[in-house]
T-cell receptor, first 115, second 113 residues
Framework: EAQVTQNPRYLITVTGKKLTVTCSQN?????MSWYRQDPGLGLRQIYY???????DKGDVPEGYKVSRKEKRNFPLILESPSPNQTSLYFC??????????????FGPGTRLTVL | AQSVTQLGSHVSVSEGALVLLRCNYS??????LFWYVQYPNQGLQLLLK??????LVKGINGFEAEFKKSETSFHLTKPSAHMSDAAEYFC???????????FGQGTILTVHP
């Protein structure tokens, strides 16, 4: 089954404790991205990756890091989490983002709480 | 540059009534337009998309949307609401030739018996 998986689905942590949220897709997609969803703000892009070893900032990159060492994986790293990073996070992938037939597929989400 | 505005953060309808969720966009290049639905505690699911061709687009679960270039709108409709339609709906735009998807703020649809 074609899918995007994220782990963990739920995470409660404390300020300053480094954490990683994993994301994996099995569709051989080139493009992957991370979003955060906050009430009244919709989804905002954090980082994206056009291909292996190619990453770039989205709209809200501060406090986050990513890496793309393999095509299928795109982990999101919070080196020193703060309470304002409490949010619902989504990973997404698509094959050809500039193509008119392309569809972006989303993972199930990770709900992060930083105390 | 591109942006999306969804009018109304909450919409409430009775079961069997018309559903109308409004979306206006701006884009410096011809747009691709999308509607996604998010059910409670789930990820986003694509409802429908406009890319090229026919401006009236039909999606899953009886939803449809019409791309109106002159009004820069892409409103989502369903003739008869069902209880299972209760969810949050997101409109999104992507400029042709670009990879970035920009989302609106979301509209929570409540369906009353």
């Amino acid at each position: 089954e074609a899918q995007v998986t994220q782990n963990p689905r739920y995470l409660i942590t404390v300020t300053g404790k480094k954490l990683t949220v994993t994301c994996s897709q099995n569709m051989n997609h080139e493009y992957m991205s991370w979003y955060r969803q906050d009430p009244g703000l919709g989804l905002r892009q954090i980082y994206y990756s056009m291909n292996v070893e190619v990453t770039d900032k989205g709209d809200v990159p501060e406090g986050y890091k990513v890496s793309r060492k393999e095509k299928r994986n795109f982990p999101l790293i919070l080196e020193s989490p703060s309470p304002n990073q409490t949010s619902l996070y989504f990973c997404a992938s698509n094959l050809d983002p500039s193509g008119h037939t392309d569809t972006q597929y989303f993972g199930p989400g990770t709900r992060l709480t930083v105390l | 540059a591109q942006s999306v505005t969804q009018l109304g953060s909450h919409v409430s309808v009775s079961e069997g009534a018309l559903v109308l969720l409004r979306c206006n966009y701006s884009s410096s290049v011809p747009p691709y337009l999308f509607w996604y639905v998010q059910y409670p505690n789930q990820g986003l699911q694509l409802l429908l998309k406009y890319t090229t061709g026919a401006t009236l687009v039909k999606g899953i679960n009886g939803f449809e949307a019409e791309f109106k270039k002159s009004e820069t709108s892409f409103h989502l409709t369903k003739p008869s609401a069902h209880m299972s339609d209760a969810a949050e709906y997101f409109c999104a735009v992507r400029g042709r030739g670009y990879g970035k998807l920009t989302f609106g703020q979301g509209t929570i649809l409540t369906v009353h018996p």
